[in-house]
């Protein structure tokens, strides 16, 4: 098994963190280092500096907004097949890409408080309606199950009414 210098160590690991983010496999090609070995280097170097990578972070939603906002600016002037294969590199998604922009450049527009003020209020307004019917309805459901269940019960006890029993008892004749 060879040994490698903690320098070496750390300048491959450089390699594989932004700004390079050089594929394990093509450091694994290019240097003859297993590919199993610059794994685990990588996870130790993750796990000492209890930072992640970004394609993890991306993959599970965890950017924070100026990291999205570097995306934006990085992939700004890119094309198709290069935000393709920037997206590719990074493990994201053109889409989330495309997303993040937007929220950027709606990040400044001006609204008026007075328009946010009068939707806040017709929201209110109308989410306190929507309880007060279903309150309403869950009362008029919770008093029907109890009416079914007591017709049941008083069926169970006296059996059919004398109205049905007669009824049916004129049909077999």
């Not at 090609?29 to 500096?49: A, E, F, N, V």
């Not at 993959?59 to 907004?65: F, M, N, R, T």
């Not at 307004?125 to 109890?146: S, W």
Request: net charge positive.
């Amino acid at each position: 098994m060879r040994h490698y210098s903690e320098e070496f160590k750390s300048s491959i690991i450089a390699k594989m963190l932004p700004p390079n983010n050089i594929p394990i496999p093509d450091l694994a090609r290019d240097t003859g280092i297993p590919k199993d070995t610059l794994y685990s280097w990588r996870i130790k170097h993750q796990r000492s500096t209890g930072n992640t990578s970004a394609k993890q972070q991306a993959s599970s939603g965890e950017l924070s907004s100026a990291e999205k906002f570097s995306v934006v600016v990085e992939t700004a002037s890119l094309n198709e097949v290069e935000l393709s294969e920037y997206c590719r590199r990074k493990g994201l998604y053109p889409e989330q890409i495309s997303a993040w922009r937007d929220t950027c450049l709606q990040a400044n527009a001006s609204v008026s408080p007075k328009v946010d003020r009068a939707q806040l209020s017709a929201q209110t307004k109308q989410i306190k309606q929507l309880e007060a019917e279903l309150r309403r309805k869950d009362k008029a459901l919770a008093e029907t199950a109890a009416l079914l269940v007591l017709q049941k019960k008083v069926q169970a006890i006296w059996g059919e009414p004398e109205d049905e029993k007669s009824s049916s008892g004129s049909d077999r004749k």
